[in-house]
């Protein structure tokens, strides 16, 4: 038994047959039937790469938020406050996240400009680094300036209280397929 391409009652279950038409009409219409399959079956497999594009693109603004600050006004105790402050609001607003609020222990923030941040990921900016656990991420070949905010008490989330450390560094990232940090590793240098 053969597969229907055209609805019953149409007079195209005939074969050869279509309606109003003849066997040269019938054909064609086989023809692009035929011709329209491969394609439809190709959209399921475009939107996993779309919605690949769009999970990555997600990690890396929330790596820059976390971890990206082009000119920061300051870089002591009451940048930090403010800086983090606001870091766990957007996070938290963008990423919701059902867990217990809490002041998060430490973060760096990366100062410059973003694109020599995401060139880490490329021969131009970074090199091979394994950690000490084994994972492959990308080392800059140059040092950025940071700033690292520890937490020293205070309650999530308006009043977590840091004090500042500046430091200039080689920086350590976990870059994705796309070439973009997603991952900064804290304490690998």
């Known amino acids: 038994q053969t597969a229907r391409l055209f609805p ?3 007079g195209a279950e005939e ?3 279509w309606p109003g038409g ?3 009409t019938a054909h064609l219409a086989r023809a692009m039937a035929l011709k329209v399959t491969p394609v439809l079956l190709l959209l399921p497999a475009a939107a996993l790469v779309l919605w690949g594009a769009s999970a990555s693109q997600e990690q890396y603004d929330r790596f820059l938020l976390q971890h990206f600050d082009a ?3 300051g870089r002591e105790d009451r ?3 403010n800086r983090m402050r606001y870091m766990m609001k957007e996070d938290r607003r963008r990423y919701p996240n059902p867990g217990p609020k809490v002041c998060k222990e430490t973060n760096t923030f990366i100062h410059g400009n973003s694109d020599d941040i995401k060139a880490i990921c490329t021969s131009h900016g970074g090199r091979n680094y394994v950690t000490r656990t084994g994972q492959a991420m990308r080392q800059s070949l140059r040092p950025f300036q940071v700033t690292t905010c ?8 308006d ?3 840091y004090r500042a450390a500046r430091d200039s560094r080689m920086i350590v990232v976990a870059c994705d397929e796309h070439e973009h940090p997603v991952h900064f590793a804290e304490s690998q240098i």
């Not at 520890?150 to 989330?157: C, D, E, F, I, R």
């Open 8 to 10: 019953k009652g149409t």
């Open 15 to 17: 074969p050869g047959l």
């Open 22 to 24: 003849d066997h040269a």
């Open 71 to 73: 000119k920061p006004k």
């Open 79 to 81: 940048y930090c406050n």
């Open 150 to 157: 520890t937490w020293h008490g205070g309650k999530p989330l």
């Open 159 to 161: 009043n977590c209280q």
